[in-house]
């Protein structure tokens, strides 16, 4: 019991270890709140075919640009 | 004097075990993770990534032409980090005058767990340049790989942006938009800085 009360008090201490967003504009809060949770756990789900999109519209935007960048990027490391 | 040995070896191996579990949870658990780790006090695991960076300057050391020693690329990349901690700590200090319960030593832990996405991305650039070297065509090959690997490269950009906001998040508590001032403010720096590190030919992309 006593290990138990330790485990919550120290993972209630880690839980408010900061206050909560507030970005002055309800609307704007609940937005922040409601995009956030989604990349809190697990965030590949939205951010894998998210920019799987941006890359399509890169090419479509600018074409063969995007091999050029590719290219470019390849030799950056 | 055994027993000290014994001793660094089982710390070693605790902490890397522990890297490589924060490593496979930041990616699925990233904000509880980061939470975490911006409590942490083992400096091991610190170690041992900056050790894993290291290792990536060797590797890169013989797929470059005329390269800088692996040693000197990797001071370099000490000082940019311990750069970029500095000025976020040091900054978010003015920011917050009154609540001033931030740590250098906590934005050091998770900075460096934030270091994991930047790793992935160089190693992994560092391989697809042996097995697929550039430059690419336009065929439609091309253009697919193009697209497949741009995307990969945002993905990873992504996370990094996540992990890294976290760290600042957790460890200088700061709030949203305070945090976006920060980086606004590191970007005004931090680009010219990364321009004249290409003119140096140290780095081409900047590794942070």
Redesign the interface.
């Known amino acids: 019991m006593k290990a138990a009360n330790f485990y919550l008090k120290k993972k209630m201490r880690?839980?408010f270890?900061?206050e909560p967003?507030?970005?002055n504009i309800g609307f704007l809060t609940n937005f922040?709140k409601k995009a956030t949770a989604y990349?809190?756990?697990?965030?590949?789900i939205i951010?894998?075919p998210?920019?799987?999109l941006?890359?399509?519209f890169?090419?479509l935007i600018f074409g063969?640009l995007?091999?050029r960048?590719?290219?470019l990027?390849?030799?950056?490391? | 004097m055994v027993f000290k040995k014994e001793q660094i070896l089982v710390n070693f191996i605790t902490s890397s075990i522990l890297v490589f579990r924060n490593f496979f949870f930041l990616?699925?658990?990233?904000?509880?993770t980061m939470?975490?780790i911006?409590?942490e006090k083992d400096y091991w695991q610190i170690l041992i990534i900056f050790f894993l960076v290291f290792l990536y300057f060797k590797l890169?050391y013989f797929?470059k032409d005329k390269p800088y020693r692996a040693s000197f690329t990797f001071f370099t990349f000490l000082v940019n980090f311990f750069l970029t901690a500095g000025f976020f700590y040091f900054l978010s200090k003015f920011i917050k005058k009154k609540d001033s319960v931030n740590s250098f030593k906590s934005l050091l832990f998770s900075l460096s767990y934030s270091l994991f996405p930047t790793l992935i991305w160089?190693e992994s650039?560092?391989l697809?340049?042996l097995i697929?070297?550039?430059?690419?065509?336009?065929s439609i090959l091309?253009?697919s790989?193009?697209?497949?690997?741009?995307?990969?490269?945002?993905?990873l950009l992504?996370?990094k942006l996540?992990l890294v906001f976290l760290a600042i998040?957790?460890s200088l508590?700061l709030?949203?938009?305070q945090i976006l001032y920060l980086w606004f403010l590191y970007l005004l720096w931090f680009i010219p800085y990364s321009i004249l590190l290409y003119q140096a030919k140290l780095f081409?992309?900047p590794f942070i």
């Open positions: 880690e839980v270890i900061i967003n507030d970005l922040y990349l809190k756990t697990a965030p590949f951010i894998i998210f920019s799987f941006v890359g399509l890169i090419y063969y995007i091999v960048l590719t290219t990027l390849q030799y950056g490391f | 990616i699925f658990y990233p904000y509880k939470r975490k911006s409590l890169s797929l160089f650039v560092s697809l340049y697929l070297p550039p430059p690419r065509t336009t091309g253009i790989f193009s697209i497949f690997f741009i995307a990969y490269s945002l993905s992504f996370w996540i998040r957790f508590r709030s949203f938009y081409r992309l």
